[in-house]
């Protein structure tokens, strides 16, 4: 049922009480009326049959009025039922006329393709009874609708919108509607049904039990095309040669669909959309959804749902039970809006190759205007499959890889040294952080004097002796910023980076896991100098990385993530550096790319001003385990007119090179888009 489970709504209850007790010591009619309208609306339908006359009770049992009020609403798919009796203010009107009392009554009826409201008299008799004369209620089908015949019902037709696509910055469709092949078979055509079963099933992935359940399907006859499976229209020739040519009654037809031309290198940005779920109807029924309909699951398809599925229309009919009668409503359908985005298919895809088969996530930004113009996951699904359901066979080979249907961009990680940008900002902001100052360190590890800390010590990879902030960044010093973070201290810290916008949710429709300092408080002094340097319980989302190194480029403001094309650029979080510090950060991180000592002097391109950091986040339990390393690399041109910052991040890089393996795939992205 349509309708909600504490039943409809009635409006005019509260005047007709006031109207109540002016029939003397008679009955009121207005009372035995104002209950049926309550138990209408509240779809107590056995109480309202035993408010009925007898006439009505002599033609229809309860089970039967109880069945056909339950149908009557469910045909119409109604949401909510208003209910106002019009009592007149003049006692000579409201009076009974040979025992007969008669109202107007207003109805209006929720739809999903809109408001059915029209006006009916009701009217009530006097009759004689057990406990003395009580009025009754002269019960109508016409009640229900003043057109609708006797045995009759209604039938919702819908009329579905055509669903908005999505546009790269470039037109590029990323999520376009077209066509897909619908596979199955025409069981006359089946030679052994047995051997079909077999064979189809071998070269679709699609079980047997799902095939058999297809074919077994009521309506199914021998020249019936049945549906099996679906698969993107770009293999129409594997469908010819493997089905159709391969398999006595196998077939495949091409129907109208949903396309995503980009595969997997978009997967997790587009998503997918599939057919409603029963969970997903219960949710979206007061919107107008059907159990046929498909709804957005994943990605920007379900980031932009409303807007891309427009608004269903439709046509309300009578019936007479077998055809229809009267169109008594209809709706004409909304259709959904195209979205262009700020998206670059064409770096989308180089970044996504660049990355290979490597486990990781790339994000790349315009760093003046905040236009997203990549977000790459990998590895990736293809969502032209997954529109469809995957099959078994297709789940299991999934099993055996590294997490597809995982979206990494929408993740937090531990971003290890490219953090430190950040905590310089933080000390040079607060005035605990001279950048002049030198730091005296001796050796590669180091914990405070006269700490409580036991075998625990900060690491480094360089001996440097002497180390200023320059120095720390271009050599990537740990124990430096573990230095700094102490200097600012827990509360410092951690407002500051609020500040940047942690424990928010990013300013962008798809989802994202908000970043975070830490899961509680700091434990201890360890865990704040670890975060100094990217480690401790840290978490930070790619793109929310890559926004706060636009502070660089935006006098001290961090852009706000534009992901539409036709959206205003605007600052997300302003004055978090101030112009001199913004530029003396800037210049450290393009000594990062260009000092001969630098850890990221890979990525250098010449002719072009690069500013970047480097990072290795460790995850190990304790020091003593082996753990896994994510490698990152952030880079964005400092030119006077900037037009990129990527951010990647690739999995488990400790055998490949640490962070200089990513430095390498994010250098050849720079030099074919910066030269």
């Given at each position: 049922m349509r309708h909600t489970r504490n039943g409809f709504i009635m409006t005019g209850l509260a005047t007709s009480l006031l109207l109540t007790g002016c029939f003397g010591d008679e009955p009121?009619?207005?009372?035995?009326?104002?209950?049926f309208l309550e138990n209408w609306s509240a779809e107590q339908y056995e109480e309202m049959y035993a408010k009925l006359d007898e006439a009505t009770k002599q033609d229809v049992t309860q089970d039967e009025y109880i069945e056909r009020m339950t149908t009557l609403y469910e045909q119409m798919q109604a949401s909510t039922l208003q209910l106002e009796a019009v009592y007149p203010e003049d006692a000579e009107e409201d009076a009974p006329e040979d025992g007969v009392y008669t109202v107007p009554l207003n109805v209006e009826v929720s739809t999903p393709i809109g408001e059915l409201a029209f006006e009916e008299d009701i009217s009530l008799t006097l009759e004689e009874q057990e406990e003395g004369d009580q009025w009754v209620v002269n019960w109508q089908d016409t009640l229900v609708y003043p057109s609708l015949s006797e045995g009759g019902g209604f039938e919702l037709a819908s009329i579905q919108p055509i669903r908005g696509e999505i546009f790269?910055?470039?037109?590029?469709?990323?999520?376009?509607?077209?066509?897909?092949?619908?596979i199955g078979s025409v069981p006359g055509r089946i030679e052994d049904r047995e051997d079909f079963v077999s064979e189809f099933s071998e070269v679709t992935g699609v079980s047997h039990e799902t095939i058999e359940?297809?074919?077994?399907q009521t309506w199914v006859t021998d020249e019936a095309f049945v549906p099996i499976h679906f698969a993107p229209a770009s293999q129409t020739d594997w469908a010819q040669e493997e089905l159709a040519e391969g398999i006595p009654g196998a077939s495949y037809r091409e129907i109208d669909g949903r396309e995503y031309p980009y595969g997997e290198s978009a997967a997790h940005l587009t998503g997918y959309i599939r057919d409603i779920t029963a969970e997903q109807l219960e949710e979206f029924k007061d919107k107008g959804y059907g159990p046929n309909d498909k709804l957005g699951q994943t990605g920007l398809e379900r980031a932009y749902e409303e807007r891309l599925r427009g608004k269903s229309g439709g046509v309300l009919y009578t019936t007479n039970g077998e055809e229809r009668e009267e169109a008594i409503l209809e709706t004409e359908a909304e259709d959904g809006e195209d979205i262009t985005l700020t998206i670059d298919m064409d770096l989308q895809q180089e970044i996504s190759d660049e990355i290979g088969d490597d486990s990781g996530t790339a994000t790349a930004i315009h760093p003046t205007n905040g236009q997203v113009l990549a977000l790459v996951s990998k590895p990736s699904i293809d969502p032209n499959l997954s529109a469809f359901g995957l099959t078994q066979r297709q789940r299991e080979d999934m099993d055996?890889?590294?997490?597809?249907?995982?979206?990494?961009?929408?993740?937090?990680?531990?971003?290890?040294?490219?953090f430190k940008l950040l905590?310089?900002?933080?000390?040079?902001e607060a005035g605990t952080l001279d950048p002049n100052e030198t730091m005296d360190i001796d050796g590669l590890s180091w914990q405070p004097e006269g700490s409580d800390w036991g075998g625990y010590d900060i690491t480094r990879v360089h001996n440097v002796e002497s180390v200023d902030l320059r120095k720390a960044l271009v050599y990537s010093d740990n124990i430096y910023f573990a230095q700094q973070a102490l200097n600012l201290g827990e509360e410092e810290f951690t407002n500051r980076a609020n500040e940047?916008?942690?424990?928010?949710e990013l300013p962008i429709p798809l989802f994202h896991t908000s970043t975070l300092m830490a899961e509680d408080s700091m434990a201890n002094d360890i865990q704040l100098a670890d975060s100094g340097y990217g480690q401790g319980q840290i978490q930070m989302n790619p793109l929310h990385l890559g926004l706060t190194y636009t502070t660089l480029v935006n006098e001290g403001n961090m852009i706000k993530p534009v992901l539409e094309l036709d959206e205003e650029s605007g600052v997300w979080k302003e004055g978090l550096l101030t112009p001199e510090h913004t530029e003396m950060l800037q210049q450290d991180l393009v000594d990062v790319l260009e000092d001969p000592e630098g850890t990221a002097r890979a990525a250098a391109v010449d002719s072009v001003r690069i500013a970047g950091k480097t990072g290795t986040a460790e995850l190990k339990a304790t020091r003593e385990d082996p753990g896994m390393e994510h490698g990152w690399f952030v880079a964005l041109e400092a030119n006077d007119d900037p037009e990129l910052l990527v951010v990647m991040m690739i999995d488990d890089v400790s055998d490949k090179g640490g962070s200089g393996y990513v430095v390498d795939k994010v250098a050849s992205i720079l030099e074919s888009n910066l030269r």
């Open positions: 009121d009619p207005k009372e035995t009326l104002n209950a790269d910055r470039n037109g590029n469709g990323l999520a376009v509607n077209g066509k897909v092949l619908e359940s297809r074919l077994d055996t890889q590294d997490t597809p249907q995982m979206n990494r961009f929408a993740q937090t990680y531990s971003p290890g040294s490219t905590t310089a900002a933080m000390g040079l940047f916008g942690f424990g928010e």
